[in-house]
Structures are given as C-alpha cells and as structure tokens.
C-alpha cells in the first residue's frame, strides 16, 4: 500500500499524549492490517491517561477498535473467515490459544494473555493500539464482522454492550424475575441495564450522583426500573422498599475509582445473593469491608475481567437489530488528535460537557 506510516497517539508519561508518525509493516501470513473507522472511549482510558496502568511506556492506548480490514495474510483470512474490505470488531484480549484454559475456553484467563493498548511500542511493530489511524491485527487475534451500513459511532458500542452481557448477564447468571442493582450509569452501566432487560429481569435499579441525572433518565429508557440519587437518597432505605425487604438479587458495580459501593453492596444484596466487582478502583483498599457478611449471607462475589464472545456476539446481534436507540448514548466523536480532550470530557475535567460514550473518528484522508 501507498501509506507508509500512520497517525498514532502514543502514551509516553501520565497524563502525556503525543502524536506520532509510526511505520506501517507489511502483514505477514497471519496477520492483518485494520484501517480503523472507530475506537470507542471508556472509563479504562481515562485510569490508563492517569496512571499508564503499569504499562511501559510509550505505547499506544485504544483497545475498542472497530475498522475494516486492509490488507491481510492467507492464513489469517482462512483462520478469521474475513478479508480485504470486511468490518470487523476486534476483541481487547489476546490469549495464546494453545494452553490448557485457552483450549477449555477461558482464554480471557490465559497466563500469557496480552491486552490491546498496553503493549509497549518498543515491541515488534508497535501498533498495538487504535488511538491510531491503523492497527495490526496479531495471529492471536479474536474478530467479529459487522454490517457496513451501520455508523461506526454506534458500531463501536459493540465492546461495552458485550461488557453488559457478560458482566451483568452471563457472570451472575440473571434470569427472567430476578433483581438487579446496577451501581454507575456509565456506558457499562446502561449497557448492563440493556442486557438486564434483554432477558427479562423483573427488577433493575440503576445508582449515580446528582451530575448523573441525564444519564439515570436514560437508564430508564432503557429498562430501568427504578433509578437512585446516592447524594440525596438512601441506598438501603430505597433498596429495601423496592424489594419489600428482600434485598437484590444481583449487584454489578461498575463505578470507576469509588470503593465504598463494594461495602455499599454486601448490605443490600440478598442472602444467597451475587455481587460482580467490574469497577477498577487503582488498588485502593476498600474500608469497611466486612467479610462476615459474606459469609452469613452466603455471597458469591465473582470478578469480571474483560468480555469473551459470547458477549460480543450477543451485542453485536443487539446492534445489527436496531431494536434498542442506541444513538441516544453515543454523545461525542472526535479526531484521533483529541484523544486527549475525549478523555478529559468523560472524566469531566472540561466543565458544561458531559459525555456518556464517545469515540476517535479517524480523519478520512
């Protein structure tokens, strides 16, 4: 191909993005070359801005790439059942496919997995990330087509509407009946409301802050049930009247940095109940955390790390529907350059614009 190198936003201190020119590899047998069309931008950008997530430096953040392929090897185009011209979504983890939990499923769980956006540009070819205009797609890559026709703002919701089923769905196995409380009503916690209603939970409560108050209406819209102000209202108090008492069946936390929802939840959660801790928090210690409550009540308390396939598949099929108005989340697009002021808007360092889920839109050049 003409292009040579391409645009990338390389991490090389906290809080320090700067554009790059990075050279364009030619694809070897199996790998291939995305021309990204979207990455979406989450609470995970904001942390790795932050703090670079202990990953060496530089590199190249952006693990929710959606693109089309541009050039690809032999084998990968037999492997993936894609080619050149195909939509694809990328799945963030990379697994080695060959040990005994990647061959039992639990590939996410591999001992040698690799992340997408965390890997140093110092190995191999560096583009390993989609705050870019193109990424390589590695051998050990998992991908997912998607119609062309939908628009890339709203194809890209493919990796936090996959994080919905999967955490609030498919981890604590929600079923028709059952109460839910969804703690944060970021795009993961409307995605989790989305996968909550799609199997038909009779209950779902959705928590935020006063600031979050356009957010906790569109948690109703899309099958809240009830939505409550933390600031202003009482947790328990509101919990136990929902539920007559009974506590929820199920809690999601998936507030980013706040611990005190995780002591917050073993209070309102039933006996027998499930909570799935989704929210990082940058290895704070959580205060009152106390574990005989855990044990009195019997809690299964399971950590969700990721999305596998199942759950993208299911949002994708969700997204090729049209069934649910997703335009509605999607608040902002912006260039690969303004990488930096996407994460500072969803991170609401830039005062009067609120932002639920937005996205890098490569320039078309």
Not at 206 to 225: P, S
Not at 255 to 265: E, K, L, R, S
Not at 285 to 314: C, N, W
Request: include cysteine; glycine fraction near 10%; aromatic fraction near 4%.
């Amino acid at each position: 191909m003409a292009q040579q190198t391409t645009l990338a936003m390389a991490l090389t201190a906290p809080r320090t993005l700067e554009p790059m020119d990075v050279p364009i590899p030619s694809v070897t047998a199996d790998t291939a070359l995305l021309r990204i069309e979207a990455c979406g931008i989450c609470g995970t950008d904001c942390e790795q801005f932050e703090t670079g997530m202990r990953v060496p430096m530089p590199h190249i953040p952006g693990h929710e790439p959606l693109g089309v392929i541009e050039a690809i090897g032999d084998e990968a185009a037999r492997r993936w059942g894609v080619d050149v011209g195909d939509r694809v979504a990328v799945e963030t983890l990379l697994s080695c496919q060959q040990c005994e939990r990647c061959i039992a499923g639990a590939y996410h769980l591999c001992k040698q997995r690799r992340v997408y956006s965390t890997i140093p540009l110092a190995v191999e070819h560096g583009l390993w990330g989609a705050y870019a205009n193109y990424m390589m797609l590695d051998a050990n890559s998992r991908l997912h087509k998607m119609d062309k026709s939908i628009p890339a703002e709203i194809g890209v919701m493919y990796n936090p509407l996959g994080a919905g089923f999967r955490w609030a769905v498919e981890l604590p196995d929600t079923r028709a009946d059952d109460a839910i409380l969804i703690m944060g009503p970021g795009q993961r916690g409307l995605a989790a409301v989305i996968a909550a209603k799609s199997v038909g939970a009779k209950t779902i409560v959705v928590t935020g802050l006063e600031a979050d108050h356009a957010k906790l209406e569109l948690a109703r819209l899309y099958g809240a049930t009830h939505t409550i102000d933390v600031e202003n209202e009482s947790l328990k108090d509101r919990v136990k009247e929902i539920t007559d008492g009974d506590g929820v069946d199920i809690i999601l936390d998936v507030t980013p940095g706040a611990t005190a929802p995780i002591a917050d939840a073993l209070s309102v959660v039933r006996t027998g109940g499930c909570v799935v801790l989704a929210g990082v928090k940058g290895y704070k210690p959580v205060a009152d955390f106390i574990s005989d409550k855990v044990v009195f009540k019997e809690l299964r308390i399971l950590g969700a790390f990721g999305v596998t396939s199942s759950g993208y598949k299911k949002a994708i099929d969700l997204i090729e529907s049209g069934s649910v108005p997703l335009e509605r989340m999607h608040t902002h697009n912006f260039s690969v350059r303004e990488a930096e002021l996407a994460i500072k808007t969803l991170g609401r360092e830039v005062p009067g614009d609120e932002s639920i889920h937005s996205c890098l839109i490569p320039d078309s050049t």
